[in-house]
């Protein structure tokens, strides 16, 4: 199938602007597919096709619901080739990162088949004679999705499938970077899976094009989106303007606490890939690597050398680890990072060439936490190496920012690790593990600037539905007057 064309009211077709968007390879720049990009007239036809088909998808039987989504997982099982095929070519992601991506989808799916038959209500006494209270769970209608360029067959995924399945209609704007894999494939795959034409609808443009029109679209009643902070911030402003409810996945700083007691070996192997994992574009990436001082001198050197071995390259080669970065905008973005901070006194450990987009490991010593870089998200493989003397000073440390998505703590006295845990002022860490998880039943989110709501698991109910209330009085009420 063309995954090249919009996919409005059920139908394959191109947008109506008068701009061609050309999707690229971000390692070698070869065209993966062209777009004729969606215009507001786009818009509007997505957003009443949602609405209209939403009325008759809020009434189908749950168990019928339910199977749209267990044959999600059947397609995109059928499809993993070609899936992973275009995760390498559109989004530069080695196979390994492919093969985790289409495995958190599939775990998506499985979880979203559930929805349908956990969206109840309650019943509730009341202080009013013979009075019962009903509270309903109701779908709000349409939700509108706005996708990022790194996981974004997952990212799309994990909005789009839990909006489905707890009744509403769905419009998807993934990112014009990856325009396919975040954006159409879910059409393609949907469609194959039985779900009613016209529910949900990708539209692939710019925003040049359509300004906030996605946003201010009378329509949507809940606007989902996951990317960058400063995006996000306008998202939340636009939606709180027309009284509409935003969920924000956003960007991150994550801590990774390496104590004096840790398994070395662990802490070595969980760092790196918390780092270095899909070059380093994931929100929960460990930015920072804060390790106790008498250990540092031991882990630097390990983690240097670990660091030094991982493979850069064509993403397609089996033996690569490290990627391309998505455009050359995010290569001249962290090149300008690395240098203010080498300029302001930071020591690189370690730091690779650059060719193309591929930015080869960056390994930063002698930072602060008050440091430009020590205070900014870093969307790629650069991580700083900064040291601790005590659990106080650590916690101040990880603490010492704007962002609360992820964290780590690595110790090998479990009670220890929890006790730290519970102290970060962050939506998730890991104690022994990786920055890096996401699991279907568990609230996904973050505090301060990682965003606003959580998704996954009850989370996804609450978000995506809302509440009704309905009384029944079964006697004769009496009126004051």
Not at 140 to 160: A, D, R
Not at 251 to 274: H, K, P, R, W, Y
Not at 346 to 359: D, H, Q
């Amino acid at each position: 199938m063309d995954l090249g064309q919009q996919y409005i009211g059920g139908q394959w077709r191109h947008g109506g602007g008068d701009k061609l968007l050309v999707d690229h390879d971000p390692f070698d720049g070869s065209t993966v597919g062209e777009f004729v990009v969606a215009n507001r007239a786009d818009v509007d036809e997505a957003y009443q096709s949602a609405q209209e088909r939403q009325r008759d998808w809020e009434a189908v039987n749950a168990y019928a619901k339910r199977t749209v989504f267990e044959d999600a997982v059947r397609v995109v099982e059928s499809r993993r080739a070609e899936i992973t095929e275009l995760i390498i070519a559109e989004v530069g992601g080695t196979a390994l990162k492919a093969a985790f991506e289409i495995g958190l989808v599939v775990d998506t799916l499985k979880e979203a088949a559930t929805l349908p038959l956990r969206v109840g209500g309650s019943m509730h006494p009341s202080p009013v004679p013979d009075t019962e209270n009903f509270v309903y769970r109701r779908p709000v209608g349409v939700v509108g999705v706005i996708s990022p360029f790194n996981f974004p067959f997952f990212l799309s995924m994990k909005c789009v499938a839990p909006a489905l399945a707890t009744g509403n209609g769905v419009v998807l704007k993934p990112h014009e970077d990856t325009p396919m894999a975040g954006g159409t494939l879910l059409a393609s795959i949907f469609e194959e899976a039985g779900l009613p034409p016209g529910l949900l609808n990708v539209v692939v443009t710019e925003i040049p094009v359509i300004g906030d029109y996605f946003l201010e679209h009378p329509v949507p009643r809940i606007l989902a989106f996951t990317g960058s902070t400063e995006v996000g911030r306008h998202v939340g402003e636009v939606a709180a303007r027309h009284f509409k409810k935003a969920v924000l996945e956003l960007g991150g700083n994550s801590a990774f606490i390496v104590c004096e007691d840790a398994d070395l070996d662990l802490a070595v192997d969980a760092a790196v890939f918390s780092r270095f994992t899909h070059q380093g574009q994931i929100c929960m990436s460990a930015n920072r690597i804060l390790v106790h001082s008498a250990l540092i001198d031991e882990f630097r050197e390990r983690f240097v050398a670990k660091v030094r071995s991982l493979t850069t390259g064509r993403p397609s080669d089996p033996g690569t680890v490290i990627g391309p970065l998505i455009n050359s905008r995010q290569v001249s973005v962290l090149t300008a990072q690395v240098d203010a901070a080498i300029s302001a006194g930071a020591r690189a450990l370690l730091r690779a060439p650059v060719e193309g987009n591929v930015f080869g490991p960056v390994v930063l010593d002698g930072v602060s936490s008050e440091d430009a870089i020590a205070r900014e998200e870093l969307f790629g493989p650069v991580v700083l190496l900064m040291q601790f003397d005590d659990d106080d000073q650590a916690v101040a440390m990880a603490n010492d920012t704007d962002f609360g998505l992820s964290g780590a703590v690595h110790t090998r006295d479990l009670t220890r690790g929890v006790r730290l845990a519970r102290r970060l002022r962050t939506g998730m860490v890991h104690v022994n593990d990786t920055t890096i998880a996401d699991e279907p039943i568990i609230p996904f989110g973050g505090e301060g600037r990682s965003g606003l709501g959580r998704l996954g698991g009850q989370a996804n109910i609450d978000e995506l539905t809302t509440t009704q209330w309905v009384s029944v009085n079964h006697g004769r009420p009496r009126y004051p007057y």
